[in-house]
């Protein structure tokens, strides 16, 4: 969500860094309203707050009426982490900031700096194309992308993987293809952005020992995932999740887009706009054609 400033409350309202906003600011914000006092908050998980609310997830009750995207106003209650929107980000650039972006740049915070690092990516939906140009960005030795439709292969290298390999092989294929392009060893770093358990089973299998894998996509149930807890243990591995992300992630974001949108085309990822008379219709083009997303104008209709 992207929106700007049309009133503020009567003490006035801050950002994240505790700058005065004004009417007329375009500012986006996080996605998870935290109260920073609670047990998890105070720990660095933030995305756990025990008072924890989302933007765009929450019931319509009396007093959240207006808390998501879908409208022409949001409400952002005290203590919501606002940042004002760099002015050569377009809209359709900055609008998925607080959703795609922050997520990938979370996930890169706890998979480590990849200048040098052989990354393997599975899934090259938004996220996946947004940590192909991150993990360029940050100079991996190479970016290998895994994932089943074609165009998204493509898409892929444009965003800056220099390898994209159809999930549907074999794991040997694979395994095959990745110690080839490391030199015998595997990769120093697997993300899965997909949520499918086999490519969470496929990932583990293309680390070198010592290898990181770090997973954000599996947020829907699904089968268990199998793994042998023996060869991840001989071999080294770590495993860690990432689910939503901290401010200073979307912070991070915000910059990382600032420096990149006019090297790396992100605003073609948002295939079609709708006002928001035809939402509906935006939803049904969603659900059928499967672009990397979609827009709602709130302002072009009531």
């Excluded at 991840?232 to 912070?251: C, F, M, T």
Aim: glycine share 12%; charged share 20%; hydrophobic share 40%.
């Amino acid at each position: 969500m992207v929106g700007e400033v049309v009133e503020t409350g009567p003490q006035g309202a801050c950002d994240y860094r505790g700058n005065l906003l004004s009417v007329g600011d375009r500012v986006t914000w996080s996605m998870v309203w935290s109260c920073g006092e609670c047990f998890y908050c105070k720990r660095g998980l933030r995305p756990k707050c025990e008072r924890l609310r989302k933007f765009g997830h929450e019931t319509i009750t009396a007093d959240r009426a207006l808390f998501g995207g879908l409208a022409e106003y949001c409400h952002l209650p005290e203590k919501t982490a606002i940042f004002r929107v760099p002015p050569e980000l377009p809209d359709f650039v900055a609008s998925p900031a607080n959703c795609a972006t922050a997520t990938v740049a979370a996930v890169f915070r706890n998979a480590g700096n990849m200048s040098g690092q052989h990354v393997v990516i599975h899934g090259a939906g938004m996220l996946g194309l947004t940590a192909c140009a991150m993990a360029a960005a940050q100079g991996a030795k190479s970016v290998i992308m895994i994932e089943p439709g074609a165009r998204r292969r493509e898409t892929a290298l444009i965003f800056g993987a220099h390898h994209s390999f159809d999930s549907n092989e074999s794991e040997g294929a694979l395994c095959g293809k990745v110690r080839e392009l490391t030199d015998g060893r595997g990769a120093d770093v697997g993300l899965e952005l997909c949520g499918q358990p086999g490519a969470m089973e496929t990932g583990v299998q293309l680390l070198r020992p010592g290898g990181r894998f770090v997973m954000a996509g599996a947020t829907f149930p699904a089968r268990p995932v199998q793994w042998s807890g023996e060869q991840v243990v001989k071999r080294s591995l770590q495993i860690a999740g990432v689910y939503n992300y901290l401010p200073e992630d979307l912070e991070c974001a915000l910059r990382f887009l600032s420096g990149q949108h006019e090297r790396i085309p992100f605003a073609g990822l948002v295939e079609k706009s709708f006002s928001l008379r035809e939402v509906n219709a935006a939803f049904d083009y969603a659900t059928t054609s499967h672009p990397p997303r979609v827009a709602v104008l709130p302002q072009t209709g009531a």
